[in-house]
Structure formats: C-alpha cells, structure tokens
Nanobody, 124 residues
C-alpha cells in the first residue's frame, strides 16, 4: 500500500512556472515507478511524465517535452514535476501515481496508487 499526497498547485500566469511535489508513505518508495497525469474539465485523464525507480529514465508526453521535468528524491520519498512556460492548455488537476514495476508506461490503468490531485490553473 502506498499513500500519495500532491502539493504545489495553484494559480499562475501564462509563461510562469510551478513545481509540484508528491510525497509517498511507506518504506519501499524506491521500488515504484512514478508518474504524473492530468485531467482537464471534460477531458480524459492523460499521461504527462514518468520516471523510473532509480530516476535514471524519464518519459514525457509530447505536449510537455522541453517544458516539464520530472525527477525524484528517494531519500525523501518524493517525486517532483517542474513546470515551465505554462500556458492555459496546461490548466488541469494534476495527479501523482505509483506503479509497482521498474518499467515506465503511459497508460492510466497500469498505475495502482493515486493521490487526490492538485489543481493547476494558468491564466492567459
């Protein structure tokens, strides 16, 4: 069982930056692949970024490549999402998710554990 809690969301102007954090409970955080997903009103939840258990491999949706960076600190049981050059299209609820595997995948059902989400709103 892994409990996840996101933080760092808020209101930001277009072109600005935010850093999201997700802290996990438990002593086996380093064995989980972690992902960030987002869901905008009226849309399906979509993959944003993923990081392998060691932090050595990262994956991004095309829409955020070059703007977002995912990284983790296993000593702090925390995964981060640094978001730069934000636009109104990035407005969504952002979710942290964990998968008990060393392979990063992009499909939502593959992640067994989810945080409650944090709202990110980008004003234009």
């Amino acid at each position: 069982q892994v409990l996840l809690v996101e933080s760092g969301g808020g209101l930001v102007q277009a072109g600005g930056s935010l850093r999201l954090s997700c802290t996990a409970s438990g002593r086996t955080f380093s064995s989980y692949t972690m992902g960030w997903f987002r869901q905008a009103p009226g849309k399906e939840r979509e993959f944003v970024a993923g990081v392998s258990w060691s932090g050595g491999s990262t994956y991004y949706a095309d829409s955020v490549k070059g703007r977002f960076t995912i990284f983790r600190d296993n000593a702090k049981n925390t995964v981060y999402l640094q978001m730069n050059s934000l636009s109104s299209e990035d407005t969504a609820v952002y979710y942290c998710a964990a998968r008990g595997s060393k392979v990063v995948v992009t499909n939502t059902p593959a992640y067994a554990y989810w945080g409650p989400g944090t709202q990110v709103t980008v004003s234009s």
